[in-house]
Every structure is written in C-alpha cells, then in structure tokens.
C-alpha cells in the first residue's frame, strides 16, 4: 500500500458533501478528506453509510485527525473505531517517533483484520501561523517516513 500515486479529490464532508451526495460523486472520488470531530450528527450509521459507498465506489477516506500521542487508542481503540473504516490517518511528530512505531505494530500486525489496506501521513508542515514545525522538524518526519515504507504512505508538507 506504500506510495499512491493518485488522482486525490478532497472534500470536506462536515461542510460540503453528505453521505447521500456522496453516493453521487463517488465514481470520482479516489480519496475524501473527512474530520468527523466537526459533522454534527456523525454516528454508526454514518460510518455504515461510509463503508458502503467506500466499497462500492472503490474510494478511500482520510481522516484528518492528527494523531500525536495516544494515537493507538483513539485509532484502533477509540469510540470511533476509525482503524476499521479509515483508510488514512494523519499524525503529528510532536509527541516522538513512538505514534509510528505504535500504529506501524497495528496496522501490520498478523491480526489485524485491515492488513496492506492502512496507511499514515506524518504532518511534517502545517500552514498556520507561528508553527512550530522548523527545519529540522520537518527533516525528522521525512527520515521517518523513509524507514516506515511498511505503514507511512508520505508526508504532509505545504
């Protein structure tokens, strides 16, 4: 699953596109940027409408969550239960290289049921204003994706 080389369509279903819009447009859509923190009324049946049309239309979401550093319960253990529907989860840096280490052990584990259909985006930049994210920062998360090809897809930077 290591580097996608894609057609990337983003929307931003909180804001823009409903499931039902979504059974729609999902001939066109390769990936769909989501932040379900913010969609008022997300629940099961969101996530059940999700899985269908992801399945259906053969398109993946990227849930814009940010990881940082308890990154493997809210991926794999949280009420949302987002290592079962999410493609794609982005995860910060800030906290250490232990996020990758924690979700490389659970999206490639011989038991997890998503095997070779997970990856990560480490946020290596970010556009707002005053970001932390310095040089060497940015070098760090781009030495960990090179040595986590297994889990890390690439890296956000602007």
């Known amino acids: 699953m290591r580097h996608w080389y894609l057609r990337v369509f983003f929307a931003l279903l909180a804001m823009a ?3 039902p819009r979504l059974s729609d447009l999902g001939q066109y859509i390769t990936v769909i940027k989501m932040h379900t923190d913010v969609v008022k009324d997300f629940n099961v049946e969101t996530i059940q409408g999700l899985q269908l049309l992801t399945k259906k239309h053969n398109f993946m979401i990227f849930e814009d969550r940010k990881l ?3 990154g493997q319960q809210q ?3 949280g009420a949302l239960g987002i290592s079962e529907w999410v493609g794609i989860v982005n995860l910060s840096m800030l906290g250490g ?3 990758v280490d924690a979700l490389t052990q659970t999206i490639t584990g011989p038991d997890f049921q998503f095997r070779n259909e997970r990856a990560l985006l480490i946020v290596a930049k970010m556009t707002s204003r005053g970001s932390l994210a310095t040089a060497s920062y940015i070098e760090r998360c781009i030495d960990l994706a090179r040595k ?3 889990s890390v897809t690439s890296f ?3």
Request: no cysteine; glycine share 6%.
């Open 148 to 150: 986590s090809p297994e």
């Open 17 to 19: 596109v409903t499931v």
């Open 75 to 77: 991926y794999h253990e």
């Open 68 to 70: 940082i550093d308890i």
């Open 156 to 158: 956000v930077a602007t």
């Open 97 to 99: 290289d232990g996020i």
